[in-house]
């Protein structure tokens, strides 16, 4: 008994110092074109699926309107396109020159056997609390501008001019960031408000393609047909 753990206590101390003395003699791959290391494959692939079954939906919340569909395409072409390509062209260089190599979504099955949830997940700008957080401070580092937000804002206040005092972004903020209009809505509501027009947000919401998300739950609000 007493070997083994004299052996497993070696073995505790050995395998760091190995992985140290791996990395520190330039033994580990760094080129762009180097193979990864030893388990990066099976331990990061490990770490996605955990995540994706931890946090992503079953389904996407934005409708596949035609509308949507489009402006999806727009967004893809702008800023996805340099690195996961384009019908019938090329890898870019960009793409050629990465590590881990990005995936060509227009060569072979792509993502079109993934989950529409996890497809989802993949493509939102972040974790929907830190966004929230975010917003809720006036922070929309990374937030995409979007016609949608600007009319579903537009038509909330048509229809409910009382709630212009708990709209974020507000007059002031908007004095200073205008295209902050098209980028997000916080509304913040009494219980008693709150029950009375909640539905027919929602629905207003629904009908725009856009995404909720309740500060107080700390969840996304999904919306079924």
């Known amino acids: 008994m007493r070997g083994f753990l004299i052996g497993l206590i070696i073995g505790i101390i050995l395998l760091p110092v190995a992985a140290l003395c791996y990395v520190y003699f330039g033994y580990a791959p760094v080129a762009t074109a180097a193979p990864p290391l030893p388990l990066e494959r099976t331990v990061t692939r490990m770490a996605l699926n955990a995540r994706i079954h931890k946090e992503a939906p079953k389904d996407a919340p934005i409708q596949p309107t035609e509308p949507n569909l489009l402006a999806g395409s727009k967004l893809y072409r702008q800023y996805c396109a340099v690195c996961h390509g384009m019908p019938g062209q090329p890898k870019t260089a960009t793409a050629s020159g990465m590590f881990p190599p990005p995936p060509q979504l227009f060569h072979g099955k792509g993502v079109t056997d993934d989950p529409v949830g996890e497809t989802f997940w993949k493509a939102v700008p972040g974790d929907p609390e830190e966004i929230y957080d975010k917003v809720c401070e006036g922070i ?3 937030l995409l501008a979007s016609g949608d937000v600007l009319r579903f804002r537009q038509e909330l206040l048509r229809r409910f ?14 004095a200073e960031n205008p295209e ?21 947000v929602l629905d207003l919401a629904k009908v725009h393609g856009l995404v909720g998300f309740s500060g107080v739950a700390g969840e996304p609000i999904f919306f079924e047909d």
């Open 140 to 142: 929309t580092d990374g």
């Open 161 to 174: 001019p009382d709630v212009k005092d708990e709209l974020q972004p507000g007059d002031f903020d908007l």
């Open 180 to 200: 902050d209009a098209e980028k997000y809505v916080v509304l913040t509501l009494s219980y008693g408000r709150l029950r009375d027009t909640f539905g027919e």
